[in-house]
């Protein structure tokens, strides 16, 4: 019967989206309800943002935006991130003087993203972004909130996975190669390929300890003892700067906050100026948040984070209960009167007392009251 009914909603709503019934929409809203509260409680004031946006081919996600034609002929798109559409409205909005911290929360329409666990063409994100500020002390705030947004959500053993994105950029920029052979090498490197990377590496001639420090990079990944080996291979300034810089973003942290390391992280290099971070629980193999610090990509000083809101629930395994009132009113007094005690109440549909109790024994409804007061069940 379950089967059925999910071949027939296939033919009735898009491929890559759903529906949410109760036990799921109830969830979804107190989990994004709790983050909000946390962020609030962080001094991260909301904002809202247009699901339509005037479409840029030079978005990053231009090639994957559902687009669509207004009357005048412009051409539109729908949301299809939120860090674009932020900084857009920092340019436009905020005052230079920093820092701004802001929240939101929001759906998300991709028009070719892989259908799958995880995976949707219609998806929901919550998040925060830091605007006009730029230190370790941020980052530091950034980690610490995500942890606490995930042990919000029942997921305390989940585990941040700290890149430093600009490490990898500079050494790649110190081997002075061009662009062409640098994606190459940089592709290798997220890969974490070292039998390719290594290919390249003699193929452009690079030598001595910088070839070494490349060869390393797919390896530097585990606990603290990663940033020791990295420190090793930091054969410029730039690399060791970013390198004391992390350093003081950990000394930040607080205690039991532990993140692993993974210094080879290279994707979006040229895109993330600090650190770059991503979550993950042992038994569930997508990230349930992502985020970082982008200095320079669009505004002088930015850094945040998204959580998937789909992907956090179903990792979460939370318990998809459908909401029972506390009551069954038998009247529209007695409901108002219960609800004025912020009570949830339903009011009845019929006359027929039996029915009404088979009706709240089977929703689990605790109490049936009437002007009389409460009816036994």
Do not use: C
């Amino acid at each position: 019967m379950e089967r059925d009914a999910r071949e027939e909603a296939r033919n009735v709503i898009p491929e890559g989206t759903r529906y949410y019934l109760p036990p799921e929409a109830q969830a979804r809203l107190q989990l994004t309800q709790r983050w909000r509260e946390l962020f609030a409680a962080w001094g991260y004031a909301p904002v809202e943002l247009p699901a339509l946006e005037i479409f840029d081919p030079a978005h990053p996600l231009a090639e994957r935006a559902f687009k669509l034609v207004d009357k005048s002929g412009r051409v539109l798109a729908l949301r299809s991130e939120f860090t674009t559409a932020l900084v857009r409205m920092a340019r436009s909005q905020l005052e230079a003087a920093g820092p701004h911290r802001l929240q939101y929360a929001g759906r998300l329409w991709l028009r070719d993203s892989e259908v799958g666990l995880g995976r949707l063409r219609e998806f929901a994100q919550v998040g925060v972004e830091v605007f006009g500020a730029s230190s370790p002390r941020i980052d530091a705030e950034l980690l610490s909130l995500a942890a606490e947004a995930l042990a919000a959500a029942g997921l305390a053993g989940a585990r941040l996975e700290v890149g430093l994105p600009a490490f990898v950029a500079d050494l790649l920029d110190a081997t002075g190669l061009e662009p062409e052979p640098l994606q190459r090498l940089h592709a290798a490197i997220d890969r974490k390929n070292t039998p390719e990377l290594a290919e390249w590496i003699e193929r452009y001639g690079v030598r001595g300890a910088l070839a070494e420090a490349l060869l390393a990079l797919p390896d530097l990944f585990g606990g603290r003892e990663v940033l020791a080996a990295a420190r090793r291979h930091a054969v410029s300034e730039r690399a060791r700067i970013d390198l004391d810089w992390l350093e003081e973003v950990l000394a930040l942290l607080p205690a039991g906050l532990e993140p692993l390391f993974d210094l080879g992280m290279a994707r979006a290099y040229d895109y993330y100026s600090g650190i770059h971070f991503r979550a993950y629980t042992p038994d569930f193999g997508l990230p349930l948040l992502g985020g970082g610090r982008y200095d320079g990509a669009g505004v002088p000083f930015a850094a945040g984070f998204a959580l998937g809101l789909e992907r956090v629930l179903e990792a979460a395994g939370l318990p998809a209960a459908a909401p029972v009132p506390d009551a069954l009113a038998l009247d529209a007094a007695t409901a108002r009167a219960l609800r004025a005690r912020g009570l949830a109440v339903e009011l009845a549909w019929t006359d027929d007392l039996d029915e009404l109790r088979a009706y709240a024994r089977r929703r689990g409804i605790p109490r049936i009251a009437g002007p009389e007061g409460e009816v036994a069940p």
